[in-house]
């Protein structure tokens, strides 16, 4: 690699840790980061976006400029944006400014878009350079890209289960797997979500809060999935003085008579069928990008096999639960040939005390 080309990577990369700041808080939009430098590669302006609605990264570093762009180069990890949305079009700053030279890591998946952004530029005579830090871009980027894509959610499903592959007894007993560490893990995992999903069995048989326990403000949106609308009266996802609750319902089998007992401040949906991805597609037309499923068996398995899942997260604690007595996570799965079964890719693996956990991945992302 020439020095040049190290300068330009170091720049791209520096863009991208800049757009990660903006990590759980720009959905639906994309999270951007731009740097600028000036005619000598001096760096003169960085900019990120840190939410919807406000500034894209490129506009926040023009606001930021300590010398003149004049003759410049921008580095920017999405192809900037041509469309008036929220916020006027970058490519018109960027042409005005006399920046020379402009970097760009991915093509922007949104049809408003895609591709047009960097003909602009190149027909007002500034040198587009797609590619950049492509990998890294694609994955900082997976979720906005998805959802763009595809018009589902991008969905990560968790779970914890013992060392021979066991959820817990069948009993109940065995509420908690794996260790305390791992489990305030799962709060800060859940601060990079849109939303975080569970189906009714889970909601009736855990009560569960699902926050972030106050890490991120707002906290994700809390999602259950019910064929049934049938409730107790008691569940903590009720109380949404601080965290927002939408049940999403079946409406060809639920009974409609319980939705009296939904309380006010919890917002309802239905969809025509208990397929999970029409759940993933009300989720990303409601603006999330990314979802975290913390399900039970059933609808985990029903939502692999309808796409809705990208990734998984295990955890493994040291534990033999045995046989009969215990949940498994796929059993729904009745596989007869080696040729169907689910292959997938470990991703990041680590300790955490006692128990392992793993990221696994299921496909992969290419650009628009
Ligand atoms: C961002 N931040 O830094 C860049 C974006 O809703 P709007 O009007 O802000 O437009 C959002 C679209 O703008 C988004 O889908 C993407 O295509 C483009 N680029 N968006 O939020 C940014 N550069
Ligand atoms: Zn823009």
């Known amino acids: 690699m020439s020095i040049e080309q190290y300068i330009h990577k170091k720049w791209m990369r520096r863009a991208i840790q800049l757009a990660s700041l903006g990590k759980g808080f720009t959905s639906p939009n994309p999270m951007v980061g731009a740097v600028i430098t000036n005619k000598s590669g001096k760096l003169i302006s960085e900019g990120f976006h840190e939410k919807t609605g406000t500034k894209h990264a490129e506009a926040m570093a023009f606001s930021n400029l300590k010398d003149d762009p004049a003759g410049g180069t921008l580095y920017v990890n999405l192809e900037p944006c041509c469309h008036r949305g929220k916020t006027p079009p970058c490519v018109d700053a960027i042409i005005s400014s006399g920046l020379k030279r402009v970097f760009v890591s ?59 592959g066991r959820l817990g007894l069948k009993n109940g007993e065995s509420k908690w797997i794996t260790n305390v560490n791992s489990r305030s893990l799962v709060h800060k995992l859940r601060a990079d979500f849109d939303a975080i999903v569970i189906g009714g069995n889970t909601l009736r048989k855990d009560n569960p809060l699902l926050t972030t326990r106050g890490i991120k403000k707002p906290e994700p949106l809390r999602v259950v999935f019910t064929k049934t609308l049938n409730f107790p009266k008691e569940c903590k996802l009720w109380e949404t003085s601080y965290s927002d609750t939408l049940v999403v319902y079946d409406s060809s089998s639920a009974d409609e008579k319980y939705l009296k007992d939904i309380p006010k ?68 799965f009745e596989f007869t040939s080696m040729t169907n079964i689910i292959n997938l890719n470990f991703g990041e693996i680590k300790q955490i005390n006692s128990d392992i956990y793993i990221k696994s991945l299921i496909n992969k992302l290419s650009s628009a």
């Open 106 to 164: 991915i093509k922007d998946p949104d049809v408003r878009v895609s591709g047009k952004g960097i003909k602009l530029l190149k027909d007002a005579g500034i040198q587009v350079h797609l590619g950049l830090c492509e990998e890294e871009s694609l994955e900082l980027n997976k979720s906005f890209i998805h959802r763009n894509i595809t018009g589902t959610s991008f969905g990560v499903f968790k779970w914890a289960m013992s060392i021979d």
């Open 265 to 332: 401040g919890v917002s309802v949906e239905k969809v025509p069928s208990d397929n999970p991805k029409f759940l993933s597609k009300i989720l990303a037309q409601k603006g999330c990008n990314s979802i975290l499923w913390e399900c039970g068996p059933k609808l985990a398995t029903a939502a692999v096999k309808e796409g809705c899942i990208q990734e998984f997260i295990t955890f493994i604690s040291p534990k033999i639960l045995g046989g009969d007595n215990c949940m498994t996570t796929f059993s729904d």
